[in-house]
């Protein structure tokens, strides 16, 4: 059996991914800074060995998975090439293990994290759904029909994917330390778009996103009736928010999400145009809709006395305002 190695194990998506292949029943262990990250949390409670950097973890038998974020030179990529052993990067390993699946993208600059959550929980809800989230979440279920990821746009790593569906909620000026301008951002999307090969779910009101230019359908949500998928008759309730889903203009269902907040509804109305197209059982999407209990570090509330403090990883000033 394979024995994979992952460098800079604690990354965010490399955590999530190591937890994959674990589930699926691979050997995994990993290296890393010694430093506590929250990351590794979730790696320690299935056993995962976390070693901290040295050539030396490096042995005859290892695929070594290499993290985005180290290059060549480091000690222990080096040595794994001296040993010719086989090393793939981050990306392109996904890209490997989302073609075993009807895979779901989940791209854009905001809510990439927060959407492929809400995705994951609300597939699952019907039919088994492996996951790979932002926030150092993953699960490989063994006999899924689906895989929905988050797939990021810095350094064009998504370009590496070739998914069935991807949902795109936004296109923004960010990652400035490699894009040039927002035309560049543009320019990265419209060839991820072009990989895609069922549909592509877009946020209608969107205006660089209306350009992006594909031969596949593209449903545009939003909350006007003009768009493919729409929310209407929103009601702001003790238990969340309760809304009527339409799809070309036919009522599709009235759901109700825990959360709130119009960014909300829209990543619920992404996530519900998959479970439309692949024709998924609307009573079990209602269920598991009402039971999101949202992703780590985004809008999180701890209660002391008489104080609520909120954390959130949102980093952008568009997420800020």
């Not at 299935?46 to 042995?59: E, H, M, S, W, Y």
């Not at 350094?155 to 296109?171: E, G, K, Q, V």
Request: net charge negative.
């Amino acid at each position: 059996m394979t024995r994979y190695h992952f460098v800079g194990i604690k990354g965010a998506g490399m955590s999530s991914l190591a937890q994959i292949i674990y589930d699926l029943g691979y050997e995994v262990q990993g290296s890393d800074i010694d430093q506590y990250v929250f990351t590794e949390i979730a790696l320690k409670n299935k056993g995962i060995q976390i070693l901290p950097f040295d050539a030396d973890n490096i042995k005859e038998g290892l695929t070594i998975i290499q993290g985005n974020a180290f290059k060549d030179t480091h000690e222990e990529i080096a040595r794994a090439h001296e040993l010719g052993l086989k090393v793939i990067r981050y990306h392109d390993f996904l890209s490997e293990v989302i073609n075993e699946y009807v895979s779901v993208a989940v791209t854009g600059a905001h809510g990439k994290t927060s959407t492929t959550g809400l995705l994951s929980h609300v597939m699952n809800g019907d039919k088994k759904t492996s996951f790979l989230i932002g926030d150092g979440t993953g699960m490989g279920l063994p006999q899924s029909e689906y895989f929905a990821f988050e797939a990021c746009e810095y350094r064009r790593h998504f370009l590496s994917y070739s998914p069935d569906y991807a949902i795109i909620t936004n296109i923004d000026f960010d990652h400035p330390d490699y894009f040039k301008d927002v035309d560049d951002v543009i320019n990265a999307f419209q060839g991820m778009a072009k990989n895609v090969k069922k549909a592509i779910i877009a946020w209608g009101d969107d205006p660089y996103v209306k350009n992006i230019d594909v031969d596949i359908p593209v449903y545009y949500y939003g909350f006007d009736s003009s768009m493919d998928v729409y929310a209407q008759n929103i009601e702001v309730t003790g238990r969340g928010t309760e809304f009527d889903v339409y799809v070309k203009g036919e009522f599709y269902g009235h759901f109700v999400s825990p959360q709130y907040g119009d960014h909300n509804i829209l990543n619920a109305l992404a996530v519900l145009t998959i479970s439309y197209l692949e024709n998924l059982n609307i009573d079990n999407i209602k269920e598991a809709l009402i039971t999101f209990g949202g992703v780590k570090r985004r809008f999180n509330e701890t209660f002391a006395q008489n104080q609520v403090l909120v954390d959130d990883y949102a980093h952008h000033p568009r997420e800020i305002s």
